[in-house]
């Protein structure tokens, strides 16, 4: 089980390896510039690791958790800025919590718009390198627990 604060922690540390740890087979990623989710552990994974390349000097500057008391499972704000080529980039990573602990959503919002475009074409850029590798379908919904997805017809973030 995963607490608030273990996914923050491994992307601070970009540990990729304990941030697929922290999120739940099933996740949805909301993407800020994509209408359908990425689903399932993996393509999820994929994307994030993709993430951790693109930003540069990313770090949290601030956050704020709904502790689980009755009123809702936990949930979590993390404040973040970045540059992108460049770039600076103000963002908020809105997370939420099942009932083992780990992360079953997470919902990205990214600003201003310039930088967030920027941010698009270089993650799509290099998803597509990651499908063209094999390592993650590019079938929007195909995800379930554990499985690929993301946005239909498309490899950008």
């Known amino acids: 089980m995963t607490v608030p604060g273990t996914f923050r922690s491994a992307v601070e540390a970009k540990d990729l390896a304990a941030i697929t740890g922290a999120l739940d087979p099933g996740i949805e990623f909301h993407s800020p510039v994509m209408v359908k989710p990425y689903l399932g552990r993996d393509a999820v994974a994929a994307l994030l690791g993709v993430l951790l390349e693109v930003f540069e000097d990313f770090r949290y500057t601030d956050e704020l958790v709904r502790p689980a008391n009755?009123?809702?499972?936990p949930a979590q704000a993390l404040i973040f800025s970045a540059r992108v080529m460049g770039k600076s980039v103000q963002g908020l990573d809105l997370l939420s919590y099942g009932d083992t602990g780990l992360v079953t959503g997470l919902t990205v919002m990214v600003r201003p718009l310039p930088a967030a475009m920027t941010l698009a074409r270089a993650v799509g850029r290099r998803m597509e390198d990651?499908?063209?590798?094999?390592g993650v379908a590019d079938a929007?919904?195909?995800g379930g627990a554990g499985g690929t997805g993301g946005p239909s017809g498309t490899a950008q973030f």
Do not use: S
């Not at 009755?70 to 499972?73: F, H």
């Open 70 to 73: 009755g009123t809702g499972p």
């Open 130 to 134: 990651v499908q063209d590798a094999g």
């Open 140 to 142: 929007g919904g195909a």
